[in-house]
């Protein structure tokens, strides 16, 4: 993770350990959006516990609007651009050989 504009959040460990966890979480609930689940992130252990606390529940949609689809893909491609990563989810989906 390289942010192009934003060095600051790569610059120190611990900021960088959770910023990631933060992006992959929603990294992971734009993929869901775009393979036709609606999301909703919730916290399910409180952050005194634990960092880790977010569960993604997802819920199929048989017709997902194209717009909803459109937008978080561009969601997660604007942030792969901005911090240099590509996540395995997004390659295991095979997404960039869709388009």
């Given at each position: 993770?390289?942010?192009?504009?934003?060095?600051?959040?790569?610059?120190?460990?611990?900021?960088?350990?959770?910023?990631?966890?933060?992006?992959?979480?929603?990294?992971?609930?734009?993929?869901?959006?775009?393979?036709?689940?609606?999301?909703?992130?919730?916290?399910?252990?409180?952050?005194?516990?634990?960092?880790?606390?977010?569960?993604?529940?997802?819920?199929?949609?048989p017709?997902?609007?194209?717009?909803?689809?459109?937008?978080?893909?561009?969601?997660?491609?604007?942030?792969?651009?901005?911090?240099?990563?590509?996540?395995?989810?997004?390659?295991l989906?095979?997404?960039?050989?869709?388009?």
């Amino acid at each position: 993770m390289k942010p192009a504009t934003l060095p600051i959040m790569s610059r120190y460990g611990i900021i960088k350990e959770r910023f990631a966890a933060l992006a992959t979480d929603a990294v992971r609930a734009n993929l869901l959006e775009y393979s036709g689940y609606r999301t909703q992130l919730l916290e399910f252990i409180d952050f005194d516990h634990t960092p880790k606390n977010i569960l993604i529940r997802a819920v199929y949609r048989p017709v997902a609007p194209k717009s909803v689809k459109e937008n978080a893909l561009n969601e997660v491609h604007a942030l792969m651009r901005e911090f240099s990563f590509e996540p395995t989810l997004y390659k295991l989906l095979e997404i960039g050989k869709q388009q």
